[in-house]
């Protein structure tokens, strides 16, 4: 039976995670992960995280499931979080999932189930895990342009072109900041440029937001997100709790289905348990438990909260460091896009083959395609980097 399967190839993040770490030089820098970690290389558990964790095992007296969908205060609790009003709560439908990548999983299945012909417009580039699922269910993908290589900005007039070509029933892919792989970000005048032509060609958005908090704030990471919900009459958000509450390995993420009226919402949320269930059954509630917990205490909330602004902070200090210091060795502001871009990425816009060098010349581990991890970086690592980028030429 097995003789059939085919060799898979490496993952790419994967395969440069074991080189990094096989490789014995005492200088090296791993920017290709994406997880955050401090100054000292370390990805922490977060204050409140840790003291929800010590109610949580004081309190908790049973580990019977919660539901196929998960707990529904979970549920409530990351819709606030997400779109704080920004759509009546009896129009989203929403599921718990094993992480964002869950979330992503279920909302291509439920458009495959529910649109079998339906065309997914995806940025180019984008997070590779969604072409690797789209591609594994079947599913049509056209890209459209979105990072600009030569500005290192968003290419807003290339995307709109591509955009336009939606038709009724397809699902244009959007990121709701903090865009992986490139740090390029929409402003909220092109938001709503985007907004307009959805509108206008009936296409539904599927906003994928994986680092709110990350960016320019809670708030301000939402907004997007809440005024695209807000204005359209579907619309799908796949919610990731691992980079803002730091809980990567528990797997917790939201499906969130918008529909214009209860009975659709209904019906959503029946086959939203439907896909659960065919799937792995019930999500994982340890991770949804701590969120629930942090976001409904005032004072867990608010220490959290506070965490998350001094991560936050710490990545834009990084980003202005490592602009400024390319500015001092190369003598121009070409770098300058750099503190610009938000979130745990920038992409060099640079070619495999330079990347590849700094890698062998300098240590530096970042994924070919030059997005590299700004939270891989420390005071003493920036100046490295830079050195290496102007050796480069890039």
Request: glycine share 8%; hydrophobic share 40%.
């Amino acid at each position: 039976m097995f003789e059939t399967l085919e060799d898979r190839p490496v993952d790419g993040i994967l395969r440069l995670m074991q080189e990094y770490r096989d490789d014995p030089r005492e200088v090296k820098i791993d920017l290709g992960v994406g997880v955050y970690k401090d100054a000292t290389g370390l990805t922490p558990v977060m204050r409140a995280v840790k003291a929800a964790e010590h109610q949580l095992w004081e309190t908790q007296d049973s580990k019977v499931y919660t539901g196929l969908t998960g707990d529904p205060a979970f549920a409530d609790a990351l819709i606030g979080l997400v779109l704080d009003g920004a759509v009546p709560r009896e129009k989203i439908a929403a599921a718990a999932t094993p992480g964002g990548t869950g979330a992503v999983r279920q909302a291509f299945e439920l458009i495959r189930l529910a649109r079998p012909d339906a065309r997914v417009f995806v940025s180019d580039p984008t997070w590779p895990n969604h072409l690797s699922i789209l591609s594994y269910l079947g599913m049509e993908m056209i890209p459209y342009r979105y990072f600009d290589e030569e500005s290192r900005g968003v290419d807003f007039d290339g995307m709109i072109a591509d955009i336009r070509k939606a038709k009724p029933g397809d699902v244009v892919l959007l990121h709701g900041c903090c865009h992986n792989p490139t740090g390029a970000n929409l402003n909220m005048t092109e938001w709503q440029a985007v907004l307009d032509v959805l509108l206008e060609t009936g296409a539904v958005p599927m906003i994928d937001i994986a680092y709110q908090g990350f960016g320019d704030g809670l708030e301000e990471d939402a907004a997007a997100t809440r005024l695209v919900a807000s204005s359209v009459p579907e619309c799908l958000i796949a919610a990731s709790c691992s980079k803002n509450f730091g809980i990567y390995r528990e797997r917790t993420g939201l499906l969130m289905a918008i529909s214009s009226n209860a009975d659709a919402r209904k019906r959503n949320q029946d086959t939203l348990a439907f896909l659960n269930r065919q799937n792995f059954s019930f999500p994982p509630d340890h991770g949804a438990r701590l969120v629930t917990m942090i976001l409904n205490d005032d004072a867990l909330r608010a220490d959290w909260m506070a965490e998350l602004e001094e991560v936050r902070t710490s990545m834009l200090g990084l980003r202005q460091q490592l602009a400024d210091e390319l500015q001092r060795l190369s003598g121009s502001d070409r770098f300058g896009f750099l503190a610009q871009h938000r979130g745990m990425f920038s992409r060099l816009g640079t070619t495999p083959e330079k990347v590849a060098e700094m890698r062998r010349d300098s240590g530096i581990y970042m994924v070919a395609d030059s997005r590299m991890n700004i939270a891989g970086l420390n005071a003493q690592t920036i100046p490295v980097l830079a050195r290496a980028i102007i050796d480069a030429g890039i």
